[in-house]
């Protein structure tokens, strides 16, 4: 069996994140090395990540500014955006600024868990 995917959650909501994370060690392709609340603490740690899950807003910035500092801290990492919200310019702003993904929090489970997968190994090619 692979090394399990190492996944970086960020969100504001701690009880996305403990949902996230639940589904994300239940699966067992996964191993969440961190969930935070905010766009410093995704920049501390994810060097140790292969995915970063990320939502639109955090605690102290918003996604689009992180997601432009992890592209210079950490540009082999993908991330994965994981929203409330998909307004057709927020997925596009998104996959201008290079997220391997967007959903929201109503994607299926399985097919939320399933382009986890897929941008990580679209990642490591």
Partial sequence: MPNPIKVLLADESR???LLLASMLRDDGRFDVIADVATGAETLQRCGEADLVVLDLVLQDTDAFTVMDDLRLAAPQVPIVIVAAVDPPYLRAEA???GAAGFF????DP???????AQAARRASV
């Fill in 110 to 116: 399985d097919d939320l868990l399933e382009g986890f």
């Fill in 15 to 17: 009880a996305v994140r």
């Fill in 95 to 97: 996959a201008t600024r």
């Fill in 104 to 107: 929201t929090h109503s994607t």
